[in-house]
């Protein structure tokens, strides 16, 4: 052996097992980060394309200072970088943090034999750079995969507005965002390891267990809880350094949740998606109630037709508002029918106390479309052209406005029946045509002969954006699907490192009598401990986060929308944390229990 350096890699093959998942966690990270980059560049590359085709005098340089769509994308992703390398930092610094612990004897023998203290910050450090050998190569052909098949996606399968975006191009922005991030967030991980396994003298390293080595003895209260309990979780408090990294690595991965979440409720804002939404409409040139009933039968029978439904509507109808019904206004008053009504439900645009079955009734019941400048509440008793309505509902946006806002304007929505009873009218404004996919040019020739040129005819089938709505949604999804892969990877890592950290005491547990079932409910206690408390931090820091977010992205520029506590989402960070703790301590009860006692007694 020439160096001290040549038991890196003899290290490495030893040591390959219990570093297999911290190499898997530099690739989720190196990948995340190159995918990130790699879209957003190609993003940019599009945009120049699309604008380039427009502009005579066009540079990247005028794109990169002018274009809000570019300046956006890289706002995000240096965003995204900056919280996957806090991530990347808390789960490889608790891997590394819990290798040199279970491997003080073997530091501890290196400054037996004459290694300086900076020989081993060396070691340690350059150790946790061999992984980076294989880490970064995968994560990155991974990143640049991923690319290609998100870039084939949105190209051949969204639609029109992504059809310059560049195929099997190469992003080098990516790729060196994702070495950076590899190696930096390495050397910074083992940063705090490497002066701990300096600081190892060879008496501490005979003298001292290694899963005591930054814990000082603490008294255990099992009071209230059994004495393995109480034991599990005074080995998860005993190290207030470990404890914060073990926590935060999980409350980090709570916060990116919570973050990433956010971004599926700005999708459905952009992109809004309605059950009643329609690809053709008929309406009168004069837009009165005079397209004719009988219509709509002729329509549905025309092949590829998979919806037909109509809408009448009176403007500037005298309103009496109010309590006393003292406050005279004008609204205007749309009728719905069977189908638009159950979408209203099913879309979930009523708000909290609306009651959609008084419209199905006989008595006069209306919806209300307002907002706070109007004093419009369900329940209140209004007067329309002189006969007497309930609100029985409020919408919480307005689904004839591009951006959901009534402006003060107040409109209501009646059944068929109640609108023909006031009005009199039995026709229609409005017919809207809902097409399957067997709906071709022909069958627009059918409907363009049904009309007979008597009424304005609007194909926008070309305007669909359920495809892109539903490419965005998939894009979100899989990172989020990722945040968790990598977040289970960390936790597993970190309790399996935890626990082969105390073998020795472990061992010596259960040659004096400690059960298995004891030892189970010890490591379990502790992996809950970590990760309740992460679960706690996680929460109180990225709720705050996921409103700040809501309120910058979709609140202010949607007045009607309002930041909820995300139930949902929190009940399934605690079924994930429950269920990653239980796969996380799996497999090191499975290994101790297989292990013979004398064989983990005298564990390195």
Request: glycine share 6%; hydrophobic share 45%.
């Amino acid at each position: 052996m020439k160096s001290y350096l040549s038991l890196i890699p003899i290290s490495s093959k030893i040591h390959k097992r219990e570093n297999r998942l911290t190499i898997m966690c530099i690739i989720c990270s190196v990948f995340l980060v190159t995918a990130i980059f790699s879209m957003a560049e190609m993003g940019v590359r599009m945009e120049y394309e699309n604008l380039a085709s427009t502009h005579v005098d066009f540079n990247i340089d005028y794109l990169l200072k002018n274009s809000s769509t570019v300046q956006s994308l890289f706002s995000v992703a240096i965003f995204l970088f900056i919280l996957v390398s806090i991530a990347s930092i808390l789960m490889i610094s608790s891997s590394i943090n819990s290798t040199v612990v279970r491997r003080i004897k073997f530091f501890g023998m290196m400054s037996c034999i004459g290694m300086s203290k900076k020989q081993i910050k060396t070691f340690v450090r350059l150790e946790a750079l061999n992984w980076c050998k294989i880490g970064i190569p995968i994560g990155l052909v991974l990143g640049i995969l991923c690319t290609w098949v998100l870039c084939g996606i949105l190209k051949y399968f969204v639609g029109f507005e992504f059809s310059t975006i560049p195929m099997f191009k190469i992003s080098y922005i990516g790729i060196i965002s994702g070495i950076v991030l590899g190696v930096v967030t390495v050397l910074i991980s083992s940063n705090s390891p490497a002066k701990k396994a300096s600081k190892i003298s060879p008496i501490t390293a005979v003298n001292t267990n290694s899963s005591n080595l930054e814990n000082k003895p603490k008294s255990i209260n099992s009071r209230f809880l059994k004495i393995e309990t109480a034991l599990g979780v005074n080995h998860a408090t005993s190290g207030k350094k470990n404890m914060w990294i073990m926590s935060g690595s999980f409350a980090l991965s709570i916060i990116l949740f919570l973050s990433f979440s956010v971004l599926i409720d700005f999708v459905e804002h952009i992109v809004p998606q309605f059950s009643n939404s329609y690809n053709l409409s008929i309406s009168s040139e004069d837009g009165t109630n005079s397209v004719d009933r009988n219509l709509i039968s002729k329509l549905e029978k025309i092949n590829g037709v998979q919806k037909v439904f109509a809408r009448r509507s009176v403007f500037d109808v005298p309103t009496n508002l109010g309590k006393n019904l003292d406050v005279n206004n004008k609204s205007d008053l749309i009728s719905y029918g069977n189908f638009d009504l159950e979408c209203l439900e099913k879309d979930d645009l009523l708000e909290k106390g609306s009651d959609l079955s008084k419209l199905f009734s006989k008595g006069n019941y209306v919806l209300a479309i307002s907002d706070d400048k109007n004093n419009v509440n369900i329940g209140d008793k209004i007067l329309l052209n002189g006969k007497n309505f309930e609100i029985a509902g409020r919408l919480k946006l307005n689904p004839f406005s591009q951006d959901g806002v009534s402006d003060g304007k107040i409109t209501f929505i009646a059944s068929d029946k109640v609108f023909k009873n006031l009005t009199g009218m039995s026709d229609y404004s409005l017919v809207m045509i809902k097409t399957s996919r067997a709906f071709s040019e022909k069958d627009i020739l059918s409907i363009e002969n049904i009309l007979n040129n008597r009424y304005i005819f609007n194909d926008m089938r070309d305007q669909d954006t359920s495809a892109t709505f539903f490419a965005f949604k998939l894009f979100i999804y899989g990172f989020l699907a990722v945040i968790i892969v990598v977040s289970v990877l960390n936790i597993m890592n970190s309790i399996s490192m935890s626990v082969s950290a105390r073998m020795n005491q472990y061992g010596s547990m259960r040659a004096i009598g400690v059960s298995n079932k004891q030892i189970v409910r010890m490591i379990s206690s502790e992996a809950f401990t970590y990760s309740l408390c992460g679960c706690f931090i996680g929460c109180v820091i990225g709720l705050p986060i996921s409103k700040f977010i809501y309120d910058f992205l979709i609140s202010s520029h949607f007045a009607y929308a309002k930041w909820t506590l995300p139930v949902t989402s929190l009940v399934f960070i605690f079924l994930f944390v429950v269920g990653a703790s239980i796969l996380a301590v799996y497999y090191p009860i499975k290994r101790i229990c297989n292990t013979d006692i004398r064989d983990t007694i005298n564990e390195l």
